[in-house]
């Protein structure tokens, strides 16, 4: 799909039209799909903590349970708000509707990037995972192929084509129509570009991450070369937080310079990242964070951030968040109104 195609799908700024097709049934059957999605993540809860528990006993060492406080609060929102968003869904709400469009975006992309660094990296991983393993011998050439078929199969159809989907249907004039006719009310979500709200509420979650992760790494933060902890590495944490927090209402107010704010910000972390890893392994940040030396060992087995892995990691997650900067920029060079309810 081209830019402008893109714009218009996540923009949709046109008034709705005089005729159009109600989708209020399809809307009850996607809520209904995005209220199940949600629990399905609840369930991801109780299960990274029982894989925990199961981890520390085959390593022999008490269970970690910090370092798991990210991964479930980040599946505790987004079990949620799934849920949230679904009743909204079939209530035909414009604010459900601009939101599960986000999230459909955000969920392709992030599957399409995902996708794209798995066929590089599977085959790697699987290679010294094999090699490393009890035998010592790699397996068959032809049961490693359908290893890596299967499983980019299964990630291209939960995380490419399902996402898809739901980003063509909430994309649909029919359904903005139909949640606009059944919702004239203005919302908080009409007063802000699609894509820039999109980037406000990434943002949003990235700054609460930030203040959770002192909580579980031991407060250990890269900084241009050195690593930072204790006192400096939190104070770094909440100095991020605050400045992605500020950012964020920056950007859903359309103003400029929340704009740059971000954009610098985010070169900024990442040349810090860069010049780190550069200098010191993975590993040391991992020891610093006091991961046991099992699950260390167990890390090292996939070989995937040895050397420069983790400075071509971080590019990797960066270049499409500045290319997505620069797309949202041209919605900062007119002060657009914005109406919003209390």
Known sequence: MDEQNLEAVLVDSSPPPTAYKDRSTGLIVFGALSILLGCACALFVPLMLFSQIMSAKATGTPPNFSVLLPAVSLYGVLAVALVWLGIGSIKARRWARALLLIFSWSWLVMGIVMLIAMA?????????????????HPPMPGVMTTVIIVMLAFFGVFFVIVPGIGASFYGSRHVKATCEARNP???????????????????????AMMLILPLTSHSVMPFFGIFLMGVSGTL???????????????????????????????????????????????????RLMGYPEAQIQLMQQSNLLAGSGMMWMMVFCMVPWLAFLIFIKRYFRHQLPTTVNP
């Open 185 to 207: 009310a203005v919302c908080w979500t009409d007063g802000c570009p699609l894509p820039v709200l999109a980037c406000s509420l990434w943002l949003a979650l990235g700054a």
């Open 120 to 136: 590089f990296l599977m085959p790697k991983m699987l290679a010294n995972v094999a090699a490393t393993g009890s035998t010592g």
């Open 236 to 286: 770094s944490y909440l100095t991020v937080a605050a400045i992605w927090g500020y950012a964020t209402w920056a950007l859903y107010k359309l103003q400029r310079w929340g704009w740059w704010l971000i954009t610098i910000g985010l070169c900024l972390y990442l040349a810090s990242t860069l010049v780190t890893f550069a200098r010191h392994d993975v590993v040391e940040m991992y």
